[in-house]
């Protein structure tokens, strides 16, 4: 009778911690992503590293335009004639995000 406690107890936990390896196995595999979800995340990783987080933006003041970049820096000053002149190419140089217009 002893022996077959010494061996129930010694069994028994060993059963448990199997089971349990067993049950984590299983829910781990649920986790693992299909190839679909992979080629999607791998895009969106693309996507964000090509994203050019340096956005500018303008402002109209008076007869004066200025480039600001996206910590508020100025990074490009002109007369509103040069800029109608040649806003398409600054638009590009710049990065344009948006106009905006003071008084």
């Known amino acids: 009778m002893k022996t077959v406690k010494k061996f129930m107890g010694f069994i ?4 448990i911690i199997l089971g349990l390896l067993q049950i984590m196995s299983t829910f781990k ?3 693992v992503l299909s190839a679909e979800e992979k080629e999607v995340i791998d895009g969106f990783e693309n996507l964000s590293e090509n994203l ?3 956005l500018n933006y303008t402002k109209v003041t008076g007869n004066n335009v200025r480039v600001f970049n996206s910590y508020g820096e100025v990074v490009f000053q002109t007369s509103l004639s040069d800029w109608n002149k040649k ?3 600054y638009q590009k140089k710049f990065n344009l995000e948006t106009l905006e217009k003071d008084g």
């Not at 028994?12 to 059963?15: A, D, E, K, M, R």
């Open 29 to 31: 595999r649920s986790e």
């Open 52 to 54: 050019d987080t340096t």
């Open 87 to 89: 806003l398409v190419s």
């Open 12 to 15: 028994l936990p060993v059963v």
